[in-house]
Each structure stands twice: as C-alpha cells, then as structure tokens.
C-alpha cells in the first residue's frame, strides 16, 4: 500500500511542522523499509526512521525477567564509569577463547546483553522505569505504555546485531527504542532526530488542539549516574490525528554540529484509554447499555460520542453485541471514520422482594422461552 506524506501545522514553542506517517502492524523490516522508501524518499534521515519504525511480532508473550545490575554485579545507583569497569572485567572473565568456565559462551552474552541496556542512558532510563520489584527469571511482559513520555535520540539498536538478545531484551527495545543513529558527525551536519511516545485524549483527535507535553530526557549527571530531565512543549495536535502516526516538530532534536540545523523531533501518538470509547484505527466504538424492554419493543436514545451527544434508533427485536453505526462519526478526516454503538442488555437488579416478583411472573409468562435451545439443551 502507497502512503502519501500529510502535513499539518504544530506549533512548539518555536513553531514547527508535523509529518503525519502511517503505522504498519506484523510486518518485519525489510517490508517496512521497501513501502517507507516507496513513499516518503525525500524525509531527511529516511535510515533512522525505518529503525524507529521497526516491528518485531510476538512481544506480548511471558518471558523471563532479566535483572541487569545483578547479571554486572552492580548497584542500581552504580554510575557508568562503574558499569564500564564491571563490564570490561566480566567481558575477560567469561570470553570464549580465555575462560575455563563450562556457561562461558551463555554469560558473555547476558554480560553484552546487559551492558547493552545500562551503558547507554537512554535505555537504562527506560529499563529503570520499570522498577525495583521484578526478579530474575520472573514470567514478565512489558507494561502498556511503559516507555511513553521518554525522549530518545536516533534510532536502532547501538551496537551489532539485535537477534543476539533475548526475548525480554526484544520486549523492550526491539520496536524501535532508539539509542544513536552510529553516523559519523561531519562539519556542519544537520543534529540527530530524536523520538518520543506521547498519550493524548481522543477528544483532542476529533477537535484538534494545543496541548502542553511533558518529555523525561535521561542525562548523565556530574557524578556519572543517570539523571531525568524533565521537557514541556506546547505541541498543535491536528484535527484527524490517529494512534500510530506521529507529529513532526522541526528543529527540536539535537543540535547540529558545526552550522548544522538541529534535527527533528517525532511524537508518536497514542491514545489515552477512555472510560467509554475503544478506537480500531479510525473506527470508535462504545457499549451501550440497554434495557430488556429497549431492546424489545425498541427506543430512541440519547448516546454520547467524542463529537457530541446524538440521538439513536434501537430497533425493535435488538439483542447483546447487535452493532448501530453512525457513518462518518469516527476519527475525522477526508475519508472520516465511524462510530459504533455496540449493544449490552443490562438488567434490572433483583436487590427487593417486588423486584423478585417481576421475574417471577416474567418466567410464568416465558415459559417456552429457552435462551440456551441453540445449544441443543
């Protein structure tokens, strides 16, 4: 499929523009790369952000927890000049061609796996996010939205190849997690991009607005131990914004080396969960309660969307999981979205006597009635 870039406006506090670029589900990296190149050849930094983009299927299982500090042997406080030392003794340690150790091959990778992750403020910053509470070999997947609101820098992984790791290594950083693009700064080069997730509310989709972000930028403090910083910005969110698809604000990456622009900053989207509403790409839906006798002789109801409160017809004969859609009341855009009011027959509760006695009579008065004759019972 063919994607065409979109821009809007975004205003930072410096002004800037937004690149909005769709999102691809279960699709590996050579196919996202083809159909990126095919359709956006003239975004700077294409490389960059294929390795942003990068999808690897299958995150959402159980694996093993890993604890990093105590594969290095090293306080969660450790700074990185301690994380460097511990890491160049254990590398001799336990290297392949020196060491007498029977798992000598199994525990320099786990040494490179975790070095991976602690030597590089970015992804410790994450990995800490995590918290203290988790144990070696525990059953572990990744948080919903655990890496949001960070602020990281390039795209990729740092160093060599990333299938070397484990799952949980994977789970984590394996779509997309930047960490440095590895190009060589020439004189007057144009600064890296850096890339964040950031949730806003599906209101702010429908109506388009200003909102003020906050982004955690992880910094190595004076003392060598990784420190958060914190970043607002008052970003434009554009009318018609999908979960996935990501806000360009020009300029606000790194600096430029030299007379070099800065580079750019990409806010992926993502949508805050909703007491109502659930969103299948432009799609919105909601669980209408209604009454048995709703649902039976039919009504005309008041149901509220993201856009506003609109009437509904409830035909006659209407049963749990029947679907009223209201076209074009989804996500706007040029081709909108639409909503879906997805039915749930909700009883009356039998909390009193006389509530009791209804049913009663009801189950006289249904007594051919069997919910369960589908069933051949």
Request: aromatic content about 10%; hydrophobic content about 40%; charged content about 25%.
């Amino acid at each position: 499929m063919r994607h065409g870039p979109i821009y809007y406006l975004a205003n930072n506090m410096h002004c800037a523009s937004a690149y909005i670029q769709p999102k691809w589900f279960g699709l590996n990296l050579a196919s996202i790369a083809l159909s990126y190149i095919l359709s956006v050849v003239t975004v700077p930094n294409t490389l960059a952000i294929i390795a942003f983009l990068r999808i690897r299927a299958g995150t959402n299982r159980a694996m093993e927890y890993k604890d990093y500090y105590k594969i290095m042997g090293v306080a969660r406080d450790a700074t990185q000049d301690e994380i460097k030392r511990a890491y160049r003794l254990l590398a001799r340690k336990y290297h392949p061609d020196v060491s007498k150790e029977p798992d000598a091959e199994a525990r320099f990778k786990e040494v490179g796996e975790a070095n991976e992750v602690l030597k590089d403020p970015e992804k410790r910053a994450a990995y800490d996010k995590l918290g203290a509470d988790w144990k070696a070999g525990q059953d572990f997947r990744p948080p919903p939205d655990w890496n949001t609101g960070f602020e990281f820098s390039g795209g990729g992984f740092t160093d060599g190849d990333a299938a070397q790791f484990s799952d949980f290594f994977e789970s984590l950083y394996g779509q997309g997690f930047g960490a440095g693009s590895g190009r060589r700064a020439q004189p007057h080069a144009k600064g890296e991009d850096h890339h964040a997730r950031v949730m806003i509310d599906l209101e702010d989709a429908y109506t388009g607005a200003v909102r003020t972000i906050t982004l955690q930028v992880p910094e190595v403090d004076a003392q060598g131990r990784v420190a958060m910083r914190e970043r607002k910005l008052n970003v434009t969110i554009p009318r018609g914004i999908r979960a996935g698809q990501h806000i360009r604000l020009a300029g606000q990456g790194a600096p430029g080396f030299g007379a070099g622009k800065s580079g750019d900053l990409f806010l992926e989207i993502e949508f805050r969960p909703h007491p109502y509403y659930r969103v299948e790409k432009h799609d919105v839906y909601l669980d209408l309660p209604v009454s048995p006798w709703e649902a039976a002789l039919g009504a005309a109801l008041n149901v509220p969307t993201p856009g506003g409160v609109v009437e509904i017809k409830i035909p006659a004969g209407a049963a749990t999981g029947n679907k009223l859609r209201l076209k074009g009341r989804g996500i706007p855009s040029s081709t909108p979205g639409d909503f879906y009011a997805v039915l749930k027959i909700a009883l009356p509760p039998a909390d009193d006597e006389a509530a009791k006695e209804v049913y009663r009579n009801m189950a006289g008065q249904f007594k051919s009635f069997n919910p369960r004759s589908k069933l051949g019972v």
